[in-house]
């Protein structure tokens, strides 16, 4: 098999597709308030055009494919384009990030047709706080889709939490006592400086020591570190002693991890973008709408991966990646 590998060794085996730019909530570092996605249906990726760029993907040795947004479950008959990726042999692992708003009614048969794990995005366990921070965000709904994709078996189960001095940086402990509740994973996320967060993130910025910290005082001597080595990911992880949970910080400001960084993305227009804080791109959309043949396509993708940049530039202070840039990357 083909693979992809980069100028600094590292082997491309993962894809995340933003499967819209839509979004039913509003979070504020994310997105500005009055946002508005322009994009019309005949600008993003038909389902057969995100599972062809799929396919050719995985001849290049590509096996897992993140199902993200905007709100993946906003688009339409979601289930038909996880049916039709779960027929490409070479995949092998399909999750999805959500906010949850929408999973409850459809976790199951996200489950049966090839979803096996879920990232859920949750904040706060205050209702009025979380509608707050999403502007406008149903807790209770969350919470229901929380435990209908745990009844449904997707495995394992992680809530991801923005964590922002002085805005939910209390609700540390009661995230990870609700998480050992229900027995799943949980990551704390610092706020990255890109999106309409910009370079005010950096006003809320938690750091990872200072998580760390508060862990410690909260489950003395019951955090066993499972990876040090960050080869699997960027979250550094924990597995809590006595529990089935674990836990995970994804520092991308205190920590540079894009040594080990493993991933692509391609977003609702289909565009590939080769490093989340980096604004390289090209149109794959583009090539397939112009009857290019597979093997044209499959080049261009070794040709793009050749150009991926070493690392984000999120410590700069300037940063490329604007709000609406980030609405379409899907994070
Ligand atoms: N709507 C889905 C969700 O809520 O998970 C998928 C898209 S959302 C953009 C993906 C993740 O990016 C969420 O966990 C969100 O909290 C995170 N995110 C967005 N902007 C961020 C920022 N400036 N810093 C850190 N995380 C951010």
Not at 129 to 142: A, E, M, P, S
Not at 155 to 173: A, Q, S, T
Not at 284 to 289: E, Q
Request: net charge neutral; aromatic share 4%; hydrophobic share 40%.
């Amino acid at each position: 098999m083909n693979q992809l590998i980069d100028p600094f060794n590292r082997s491309i085996t993962y894809l995340r597709v933003s499967v819209t730019d839509h979004c039913n909530y509003r979070c504020h570092y994310c997105r500005d308030e009055d946002h508005i996605t322009g994009t019309t249906q005949n600008e993003i990726l038909s389902y057969e055009e995100i599972a062809k760029i799929v396919r050719l993907f995985s001849q290049l040795g590509v096996t897992k494919v993140r199902l993200t947004g905007g709100e993946p479950l906003l688009r339409k008959n979601i289930l038909n384009l996880v049916t039709m990726l779960g027929e490409i042999p070479a995949i092998n692992d399909i999750p999805i990030s959500t906010n949850a708003h929408l999973l409850a009614p459809m976790a199951s048969q996200l489950k049966a047709a090839g979803i096996n794990r879920a990232n859920i995005s949750i904040d706060s366990l205050k209702p009025d706080r979380f509608k707050q921070i999403t502007r406008g965000g149903d807790l209770d709904k969350v919470i229901q889709g929380i435990d209908a994709a745990i009844a449904s078996g997707m495995h394992p189960l992680k809530l991801n939490m923005v964590v922002m001095r002085g805005v939910n940086d209390d609700e540390i402990e009661a995230m990870v006592d609700f998480a050992i509740g229900r027995k799943i994973d949980i990551r704390f996320i610092e706020t990255m400086p890109i999106g309409a967060a910009g370079i005010d993130a950096l006003d809320h910025h938690y750091s990872e020591a200072d998580i760390l910290n508060r862990m410690h005082a909260h489950l003395p001597e019951r955090l066993i570190v499972t990876n040090p080595t960050q080869t699997s990911g960027p979250a550094k992880s924990y597995l809590i002693n006595g529990s089935k949970t674990s836990v995970g910080i994804i520092s991308a400001v205190s920590n540079n991890f894009c040594s080990s960084c493993n991933r692509v993305r391609l977003t609702a227009k289909g565009r590939l973008i080769l490093c989340l804080g980096q604004e390289n791109s090209i149109s794959l959309r583009d090539l397939l709408r112009s009857g290019k043949h597979d093997d044209e396509i499959k080049s261009v993708i070794i040709n793009a991966i050749n150009n991926k940049p070493e690392k984000h530039e999120f410590d700069s202070a300037i940063n490329n990646i604007d709000s609406a840039q980030m609405v379409e990357i899907g994070g």
